[in-house]
C-alpha cells in the first residue's frame, strides 16, 4: 500500500538584492496583514541583502549597544520581533518567510527548530557541520555563531525569519553584543569557504527551505 504524501503548499519566492530595512520591514507587514485577513493566501520566502543597519527585539536591553542609541550615525531599528540586538549588512543573506503555521505546526519552538534545520542543511552542502548550542536559538560552527534567528507571529503568521553571515564585513558587529551573547563570537561563512557568495548561497536556502518545510515554490523574479 502506497503512503499517501502530505501536499506541497504553495510558497511565493522573492529575491532581491540590496534592500533598505525600513522597507523590507514595511513588506512584511502588508503581507502578513493581507494574510491575516484571508488565511488563504500563499506563503512568501524574501531573500535579500541589507545596507548596514542595527535592529533591536521588543525588550532589548541598551547594555548590549556600545554606542548611545540617541546619539548616533547609525541606521538603528526598534522592531516587534523577539530576541536582543543584531546587525544587518551587504554579505549576508537574510530570509523572511511569511508563513500561516496553521498549515505546518502551530508550534513555535517548531518553527525555530525548523529554522535552525534550513541553515544546518545549507552548511551541510559545503561539507561544514552546523551544530544548535542548547538554551540558544541560531546556528554555530566551530562555537562561532554563523546565522541568527528572530521571529514574530501574529495569528499563526510568521514574519521576520533568519541572517546567515556568509562573506560581510564583520567590523559592524563590533558596535554591540551580537544577541546579548557575549561568550560566542560570531563567524562568516568566507572564513572556511574564502570565495563564497551570497549569489550562490541563495540557491542552496531555496533548495533546504523546500526541503525542510515541505513547499512548492514560485519563482517571482525573472533572474530566476
Known amino acids: 500500500m502506497t503512503e499517501t504524501q502530505p501536499p506541497k503548499y ?15 520591514h514595511q513588506w512584511q507587514r502588508s503581507l502578513v496583514d493581507q494574510r491575516i485577513h484571508n488565511p488563504d493566501l500563499e506563503d512568501v520566502l524574501i531573500l535579500l541583502e541589507h545596507p548596514p543597519v542595527y535592529t533591536l527585539g521588543q525588550g532589548s536591553k541598551s547594555e548590549f549597544l556600545k554606542f548611545d542609541i540617541d546619539k548616533n550615525t547609525y541606521d538603528v531599528h526598534r522592531i516587534e520581533r523577539g530576541g536582543e ?8 543573506l537574510v530570509g523572511y518567510p511569511i508563513l500561516n503555521l496553521r498549515r505546518y505546526r502551530q508550534d513555535l519552538h517548531w518553527y525555530l527548530r525548523q529554522l535552525e534545520e534550513v541553515i ?15 538554551g540558544f536559538t541560531g546556528v554555530w560552527l566551530d562555537n562561532r555563531k554563523v546565522a541568527a534567528i528572530g521571529i514574530k507571529v501574529s495569528r499563526w503568521i510568521t514574519m521576520h525569519g533568519f541572517a546567515l553571515n556568509v562573506c560581510p564585513d564583520m567590523t559592524g558587529f563590533e558596535k554591540i553584543i551580537p544577541c546579548g551573547i557575549a561568550d560566542k563570537p560570531v563567524a562568516k561563512l568566507s572564513q572556511w569557504i574564502p570565495q563564497i557568495s551570497c549569489q550562490e548561497v541563495r540557491h542552496h536556502i531555496i533548495k533546504a527551505f523546500t526541503s525542510v518545510f515541505g513547499v512548492e515554490v514560485k519563482y517571482m523574479d525573472d533572474r530566476y
Open 120 to 134: 544546518i542543511c545549507v552548511l551541510a552542502d559545503y561539507g561544514l557541520q552546523g551544530e544548535r548550542i542548547s
Open 10 to 24: 504553495p510558497c511565493l519566492l522573492y529575491s532581491r538584492e540590496l534592500m533598505p530595512y525600513a522597507e523590507a
Open 85 to 92: 540586538v543584531t546587525y544587518h549588512c551587504p554579505g549576508q
